[in-house]
């Protein structure tokens, strides 16, 4: 049925009911729910059950205003003028009178709920994007996905524990909670969301998707640059938000703290130094600390390298060292001493045996050109070497493979200043190893399986291998859950094949509302097209006296239109989102409010600190005494020169070799 025809008789009906109302006043209850019915009908739904809904109406009304004029005065056997009172109220009533009052009511109720039912198919004219709608306009084939459509690889319903109970919640589709289990027809259920800051993803996306992993059983490693999910907020109106590490501790986790943005607060330790363990594992650390920006100069990244990893391997292995050096606040510190004592240190370390040759070997490629590698090497370590973030480096009790081993729930607290993603990228690098590793030696199987919720992965910085850890880490009992604010960032930390690769293996990639149009366009051609209804109108203006009085004619077609336009990305209402699965058509979704689940009621709204989850951190961090050594007197130990056509190494007086050959 037209909407607009739908209208105008709902309209129609309104008056009647309202005039009826007039003289009877015992009818308005019973005509307000009859309108009310209608006015559902035309607004929320279309075709059969919009019909249904307004002819059900339109009987009740009719019944009822029939009976009422027809009542009798039974003891006087004439017609009088109709009683409402006696009628509603006569308990002794003929089979018409009853058959009125019977219909009447449930004519009413049963057009209000023929109406609310059809509220599934809503009006074209009334939504722009949703099942059965594209564009405003109605569906012909294909478009959005319904929950059949949906059904084969999804389940619906709140979390929840049990099989296939948990899963990424991707939201509401026509108001039913929507997940997709990892394993369910093999789905590794990687997943991609976008959305620019104030989308609403940690509390539409994020939150619920934790509750979803508490129900599963699964570890978690959360990162969270607000530092919000752990203890919670106080809000603009001064009212407390709890956090989830209380509720996770409720459901039997551990829960562990880094806190990188705060760590006077309360942190649990980590420290890189402590935790590789060997010669390969810290030439990958030291190397994607150095790299992990993106994009740079080779010869300087690869100086800064070598130059970062020799000190490391210094710190780690100088037999002189106490242990309580050992750690990145000493890497710095060594940037600091003249080369010529440095320089002694590895032959000294060297020569007894001390530190593995690996070591030596970078530094010797790396000390001719020590002043410019250092200025490289201490801007990118320097803010993760800063006051209390340097005793979080200095100690370490946190054992990764134990995330594995017991359910624990992992913060990770971001700062909004300053760049720790050298610090970020070493962790998650060793944290997905030691995963992987324990797996491989577990029948390829981890005891308890890993989620990766990766809010901002953009700050963590370039993780090595990650576009083949996405690959291969399904079968390991590891998923992954990043979260961007656009491709731009993607791909400018791992370069465009890579981060098409990272996207490839994505199973899952959802979108809020974004602000960059290369993001926009990448999901409105993932999206496709659909045949649709089109309605089109046409008037004749040439004689504006003639086209006053001549109707509009309309016109009906079927054509092809894409399901979203890029730049609708940019307009999308809040709350709101695009999903796209596989073997499914895609989604338009309403995210799923954290306050809308039940495990939110059970919060406690006792306010938390994060020292309530995390100890206290200690403020000194001790270093190594830097030697002192006159500059202009000491005299640098020189190596033996080498055969004149072999190329000079270090500081060697190359003028000086000429001369003595």
């Known amino acids: 049925m037209n909407s607009r025809y739908t209208l105008l008789l709902v309209s129609a009906l309104a008056v009647t009911g309202l005039a009826a109302g007039f003289f009877f006043p015992m009818l308005l ?32 009304l009719a019944w009822g205003a029939w009976a009422a004029f027809t009542v009798r005065d039974r003891n006087r056997g004439r017609d009088v003028r109709p009683n409402i009172v006696m009628w509603v109220k006569a308990g002794e009533a003929i089979p018409a009178d009853r058959a009125a009052r019977f219909g009447l009511v449930l004519g009413a109720l049963a057009g209000l709920a023929m109406s609310l039912a059809a509220g599934r198919y809503a009006d074209p004219g009334l939504r722009q994007h949703g099942v059965k709608v594209v564009q405003g306009r109605p569906v012909v084939k294909g478009g959005w996905a319904d929950d059949r459509n949906v059904a084969p690889v999804c389940e619906f319903g709140p979390p929840r524990p049990g099989r296939y109970g948990g899963g990424i919640v991707l939201g509401r589709l026509e108001g039913r909670i929507v997940r997709i289990p990892v394993g369910k027809k093999g789905m590794a259920a990687h997943t991609a969301a976008f ?25 978690m490693v959360i990162s969270d640059p607000k530092g919000e999910l752990v203890a919670g907020k106080w809000n603009a109106r001064g009212e407390y938000e709890p956090g989830i590490a209380e509720w996770l501790i409720e ?4 829960v562990l703290v880094l806190n990188f943005k705060n760590p006077a607060q309360g942190s649990h330790l980590w420290n890189p130094l402590c935790e590789a363990r060997d010669d390969a594992e810290f030439r990958r650390v030291c190397e994607a600390m150095i790299n992990c920006a993106g994009k740079e100069n080779p010869f300087f990244a690869g100086g800064e390298s070598n130059l970062f990893t020799s000190l490391v391997g210094l710190t780690r292995y100088n037999s002189d060292f106490l242990d309580n050096w050992r750690h990145m606040r000493t890497v710095l510190s060594l940037l600091a001493w003249p080369v010529e004592a440095l320089e002694a240190e590895f032959d000294r370390e060297f020569r007894e045996g001390r530190l593995p040759t690996f070591f030596y070997e970078k530094w010797q490629s790396s000390r001719g050109m020590f002043n410019n590698f250092a200025t490289g090497v201490a801007n990118k370590v320097a803010v993760m070497t800063d006051g209390p973030l340097a005793a979080v480096t200095a100690g370490h009790d946190i054992d990764l493979v134990s995330i594995a081993r017991e359910k624990t729930a992992l913060f990770v607290i971001l700062p909004t200043q300053g760049d720790l993603r050298p610090l970020l990228t070493a962790f998650y690098f060793l944290l997905f190893k030691r995963l992987v590793d324990f797996a491989e030696v577990n029948h390829n199987r981890l005891p308890i399986p890993c989620r990766f919720l990766l809010d901002e992965v953009a700050n963590i910085g370039r993780i090595p291998d990650f576009n083949q850890r996405v690959s291969f880490d399904r079968g390991l009992g590891i998923n992954y859950v990043c979260i961007l604010q656009s491709l731009t960032q993607l791909g400018s930390l791992y370069g465009a094949a890579d981060a098409e690769t990272i996207l490839g293996n994505m199973d899952v990639r959802i979108a809020l509302r974004v602000n960059d149009m290369r993001t926009a366009r990448y999901f409105a051609g993932m999206l496709g097209r659909a045949r649709v209804r089109d309605i089109s109108e046409r008037r004749d203006i040439t004689m504006p006296l003639k086209s006053a009085f001549e109707m509009t004619k309309r016109s009906e077609s079927v054509k092809d239109m894409p399901l ?54 200690s403020t000194g961090v001790p270093t190594p005494p830097i030697p002192e050594m006159d500059r202009d007197q000491a005299e640098p130990k020189r190596r033996q020169p080498r055969p004149r056509h072999s190329e000079p190494a270090g500081d060697v007086d190359v003028l000086e070799l000429f001369n003595q050959s």
Not at 51 to 57: D, F, I, N
Not at 567 to 583: C, D, G, S, Y
Not at 589 to 615: G, I
Request: aromatic letters at 12%; glycine letters at 8%; proline letters at 7%.
């Open 29 to 60: 209850p019973i005509i307000a729910v009859s309108l009310l019915a209608g006015w559902l009908g035309a607004r929320s739904g279309r075709g059969a059950p919009a019909a249904v809904a307004v002819v059900l109406m339109a009987a009740a």
């Open 195 to 219: 959305g620019t800051s104030g989308s609403g993803k940690t509390f539409g996306f994020v939150l619920p998707n934790i509750i979803s992993a508490a129900h599963e059983g699964w570890s």
């Open 251 to 254: 459901q039997g986790y551990r």
């Open 564 to 617: 979203m336009d890029d730049w609708q990305f940019l307009e999308m209402p809040f709350f709101q989102a695009v999903a796209r699965i596989p073997t499914c058509r895609p989604l338009y979704l309403h995210t799923l409010a954290f306050s809308e689940m039940k495990e939110f009621q059970e919060l406690s709204r006792e306010p938390r600190t994060v020292a309530d989850f995390a100890p206290q951190v």
